[in-house]
C-alpha cells in the first residue's frame, strides 16, 4: 500500500548517466514520457561551471512542464565529479504531473548514484534556480535568516521537502508561508535521508505515547492540526483487535498504533502496529500531502524519544481488512511461506507379500 510510480530508467538513460558521470557532459535534462524516464537533451561544457549555469540551464525551464536537470560542477569529491539535482516544478503544471514527478525523484537519483550528487534544488520560478538563486539559497543555509516559530520547526528537517508540498501548504495561510525553497547538501550521509515536515506532539498525544510505553493503554488515534501545526490526540480507547476495523474513520485521515497481543508458535507476544489511514480520494490534496509528508517524521520521534519499537508500519485506505489474520500475517509474513519440509514416501501397508510355497518332490518325482 505503498505510493510508488514505478516509473524506471530506461536501458539508454542507465547508459548516458554512466557516460556522463565521467565528466563529458555539462548538463543534461530528464523527463517522463510513456510511464519511463528518458533523456531529453544534454550539452557539454563551454567554459567553467558557473559561467555555463544561467545559459546553459534556464532555456530547459518550459513553462507547464515539471523536469529533472542534472548539473555538473568544476570540483571533484571521491567518486568524482559533483551534480547538483535540480527539480523542476512550475506553477501551472498540473497537480498530477508534480506528484508523479515528486514521487519518482528518489528513483533518478539512485540510478545516478546520490554520492556524486553535492546539492539539490527546487524551483517553481526561472528565479527559484537561476544562478543568483543558487547563490541565495547556499548563502541561507550557511546563514539563516530569522524564523517563526513555525519555521524554526522546519528548519530543523534536514532534507528539502517536495516543491508540491510547499504549494499546499501556501494555499491553507500559515505562517511558513515565509519558508523559502530550500537545498539538500551531502546526500550521502545517511543520518539525512528522513523526509518530512515536523509538527509537534500536542501534550496530550505525549502524555499517551508515554502511557503507550508503559503498556497501561493498547491504542492511539492522532490527527493533524493543520491551522495550529500540531499533531493532536483524538482517542485512546481500549480496543481489542476485532474493534480495530471500526476504529478506521471513513472520511478524514489518521494515525494509528496498535499492541497487536496473539499467539506465535505456541507463545503470546505482542506487536507494536503504526497504522496510516488516508480514505481513498475523498480527502482533500492538502490533507493527503501533509499526512503523507508528516508521517516519517512522527515516526522517527516516537521510536528515537519514546523508545518504542514499531514492528509494523502500513498504509490503508479503510479498515475493512484489518482481520486477526491480516495482521498475523504482516507482523510474521514468513510464516506462511517456508516450504514443508521434504518427507519419505510411505511404503506399501502390511507385508511386502505372501511367502511363496513349494511342495516337495511326488513319487515319481515329479512336483505335485
Known amino acids: 500500500m505503498s505510493h510508488q510510480t514505478g516509473i524506471n530508467a530506461t536501458f539508454e538513460l542507465k547508459e548516458f548517466l554512466a557516460r556522463a558521470r565521467g565528466g563529458a557532459i555539462r548538463s543534461m535534462k530528464i523527463v517522463i514520457r510513456n510511464e519511463e524516464l528518458v533523456l531529453d537533451c544534454y550539452r557539454e561544457p563551454a567554459q567553467s561551471w558557473d559561467k555555463d549555469y544561467d545559459q546553459f540551464l534556464l532555456p530547459l525551464l518550459t513553462p507547464q512542464e515539471p523536469c529533472y536537470i542534472l548539473y555538473r560542477m568544476d570540483s571533484q569529491n571521491a567518486q568524482g565529479y559533483e551534480w547538483i539535482f535540480i527539480a523542476w516544478s512550475p506553477d501551472q503544471s498540473p497537480v498530477r504531473q508534480k506528484m508523479m514527478y515528486a514521487a519518482t525523484r528518489a528513483t533518478l537519483k539512485k540510478e545516478f548514484g546520490g554520492g556524486h550528487i553535492k546539492d539539490e534544488l527546487f524551483g517553481t520560478v526561472e528565479d527559484d534556480l537561476c544562478f543568483q538563486g ?214 506399501p501397508g502390511g507385508k511386502r507379500g505372501n511367502k511363496r510355497l513349494i511342495k516337495g518332490a511326488g513319487e515319481n518325482g515329479e512336483e505335485s
Open 134 to 347: 543558487y547563490l541565495r539559497h547556499t548563502l541561507s543555509c550557511s546563514s539563516p535568516a530569522p524564523l517563526t516559530a513555525a519555521e524554526q520547526k522546519l528548519q530543523q528537517i534536514k532534507v528539502t521537502e517536495d516543491k508540491v508540498v510547499w504549494d499546499e501548504r501556501r494555499r491553507i495561510g500559515t505562517p511558513t508561508t515565509r519558508a523559502r525553497v530550500t537545498m539538500e547538501f551531502g546526500l550521502d550521509k545517511r543520518a539525512q535521508t528522513l523526509q518530512g515536515l515536523a509538527f509537534p506532539l500536542q501534550e496530550e498525544a505525549k502524555q499517551a505515547l508515554q502511557q503507550l510505553k508503559q503498556r497501561r493503554i493498547n491504542y492511539i488515534q492522532l490527527r493533524l492540526d493543520v491551522d495550529k501545526e500540531t499533531i493532536e490526540l483524538v482517542h485512546t480507547k481500549p480496543t481489542e483487535t476485532q474493534e480495530l476495523p471500526y476504529r478506521i474513520p471513513t472520511d478524514s485521515p489518521r494515525y494509528h498504533f496498535f499492541i497487536f497481543k496473539h499467539s506465535h508458535q505456541g507463545q503470546l507476544q505482542e506487536a507494536l502496529v503504526f497504522i496510516y489511514s488516508m480514505p481513498g480520494y475523498t480527502c482533500s490534496i492538502k490533507e493527503r500531502m501533509l499526512y503523507s509528508s508528516c508521517k516519517n517524521r512522527l515516526l522517527d520521534e516516537v521510536e528515537r524519544d519514546y523508545q518504542l519499537e514499531v514492528t509494523k508500519k502500513m498504509e490503508i485506505d479503510s479498515g475493512d481488512g484489518l482481520t486477526e489474520d491480516f495482521l498475523y500475517e504482516e507482523v510474521h509474513p514468513m510464516e506462511h511461506t517456508l516450504k514443508q519440509a521434504f518427507s519419505k514416501p510411505r511404503g
